[in-house]
Structure formats: structure tokens, C-alpha cells
């Protein structure tokens, strides 16, 4: 267990300039609230400082976009650095991975300790002086993102939940009864830890965590959920569930032809997405 305050870097040599800059991506690793060391990334892009008049400290005029990836992903995924390479036109990108993926410790509780890797991350996008953070979720990170907000109000400037569950244990499609037999059998976290990269814990929730719905209201903060009516994993009620419950303060796009998360979100929607995003977060 480490006695490291959530979002402490192990190693960071970020310097922001007083100026446009393009600084070099920098890789290191965090804590998480409970000690877990969490393998994340900053890409600054092409970012602008701009000093302010009550500190010494400058402050990131730019936002910077959290990517929360999906259930076996990780930071070196192809398709989590499509989104973070998309999103740069935007603003800085942390990405990072979650307990028990990729070279980050722990293992992966699926949706549950997960809020504590984000908010170290966040924490750590604050800190390198960005004055506005967005969280972009994917599948169970777009479960994460909703939670985050909801438990830690204020910590974000808004929030996007792409491809998100509504509600937990749901096993309406047989995409999703494959992913309840790996979590659940011991002989599917063995396929996880060796053929998907991915170590799961084999306790169950107890308790059970904060659902997506009852998370959604997280206004005023502003919310956009994105799903794909060829989702296969999970149909149009989930989406509109999470709507529903955000109430004005959420926005859905039902998005014709996509399908479930990271993989199938074009550049194009991505890049609407970060529009979204940046005009949102103010």
C-alpha cells in the first residue's frame, strides 16, 4: 500500500511554458487513492499558457481531455491513441491505463475501484495547470466518467459517455453473457490475464457501487452520452436511460451505423466530440 496522495506522479518532467508551445509527451505512473500505481501519459499538444495576474503559476488556456478507455484496453492500444491523436486538436490528452490493464497494477474490479485511477488522473491534469478537464469515457470507462463526476462534483468541467451501460449486470445480448462469463468463471479471468492483457479480481461488488443511471445527474456540469445504434453489446435503452436521467444537462446523439466504443467511433465523431467538448467546458 502506498501513503502517496491520489494523483501523485512518480516522475514528471513537464515544464509549461509562458507561451505556444508543442512540449514532448511524458509517461509516467500514479497513485490511485489505495496505493494502485497507474500507468498514464500527458500529451500536451499545441497548448497555450497564459499567466495570471493572482499567481505565479501558470494556467493552461486549452482543456485537457481524460480518456477513460474500455474493458481490456490500455494506453498503448491502437484505438486509445486514435482517440487521444483525434482529440489533440483539441486541447491536452491524459490517457491512462486502469487497475489491471496494461502496466498498471492491481486488478481490474470492472467498473468499480476504476473511479479511483480517474480521479488520480484528473487530479494530475489540474495539476500540470489546465483550468478546464473533460472526461471522455468509453464502455466501462464511460461508466467510470459518470461516477467520477457524481462522487467528486466540481472535479470536472464536463463529461462525454460513449457506449455506457445504464445499469449493472445487464446480459440482454450474448456479447455481454461472454463478458459475464470471463469476469465471473475462474477459467475467463484466465483468458483475460493471458489472451486479453487483462487481470481481474475475482471478489464481487460489495458493495455494489453507484449505478450509470442514478450517477447521470451530475448537473450543472454538462453531459453528453454517445451510443451507436449498432451497438452490440448494449441496444438504444441504455442511452436514453442516461439521458433521461441527466435531465437538461445532458445531450444524447444516437449515432446511425456506429457500434460499441473506442473501435467504432470514427475520427469524425471523435472530432465532434472534442467541439462539443470545448465549447461546453466554457
Do not use: Q
Request: net charge neutral; charged share 20%; hydrophobic share 40%.
Amino acid at each position: 500500500m502506498s501513503n502517496r496522495p491520489a494523483g501523485h506522479a512518480a516522475r514528471s518532467t513537464v515544464r509549461p511554458n509562458s507561451e505556444t508551445s508543442r512540449a514532448a509527451p511524458i509517461r509516467t505512473f500514479l497513485h490511485s487513492a489505495d496505493g494502485i500505481p497507474i500507468d498514464s501519459v500527458y500529451d500536451p499538444g499545441a497548448v497555450v499558457y497564459e499567466s495570471l495576474p493572482d499567481t505565479s503559476r501558470p494556467a493552461c488556456g486549452d482543456p485537457v481531455f481524460v480518456i477513460a478507455h474500455g474493458f481490456t484496453g490500455d494506453v498503448d492500444r491502437p484505438h486509445v491513441r486514435r482517440v487521444a491523436g483525434v482529440l489533440r486538436g483539441h486541447g491536452a490528452v491524459v490517457t491512462f491505463s486502469f487497475r489491471g490493464h496494461g502496466r498498471s497494477g492491481g486488478r481490474s474490479t470492472v467498473g468499480n475501484k476504476e473511479v479511483l485511477d480517474l480521479a488520480a488522473a484528473v487530479e494530475w491534469a489540474r495539476g500540470l495547470g489546465h483550468a478546464r478537464v473533460v472526461t471522455v469515457g468509453f464502455s466501462m470507462g464511460g461508466s467510470v466518467v459518470l461516477r467520477h463526476a457524481a462522487l467528486h462534483p466540481g472535479t470536472v468541467d464536463a463529461v462525454v459517455s460513449v457506449s455506457a451501460p445504464a445499469r449493472w449486470y445487464y446480459r440482454g445480448t450474448a456479447p455481454m453473457r461472454r463478458l459475464h462469463w470471463l469476469i465471473t468463471r475462474p477459467e475467463g479471468r484466465l483468458v483475460g490475464r493471458y489472451g486479453l492483457r487483462t487481470r481481474i479480481h475475482h471478489r464481487d461488488w460489495d458493495p455494489v457501487p453507484l449505478s450509470p443511471t442514478e450517477a447521470a445527474a451530475i448537473a450543472p456540469t454538462p453531459l453528453l452520452i454517445v451510443h451507436g445504434d449498432r451497438d452490440g453489446y448494449f441496444p438504444l435503452d441504455p442511452p436514453r436511460m442516461l439521458a433521461e436521467a441527466a435531465g437538461d444537462h445532458g445531450e444524447l446523439w444516437v449515432e446511425p451505423g456506429m457500434g460499441h466504443a473506442e473501435n467504432a467511433a470514427d475520427d469524425d465523431l471523435l472530432a465532434r466530440i472534442g467541439d462539443w467538448a470545448t465549447a461546453a467546458a466554457g
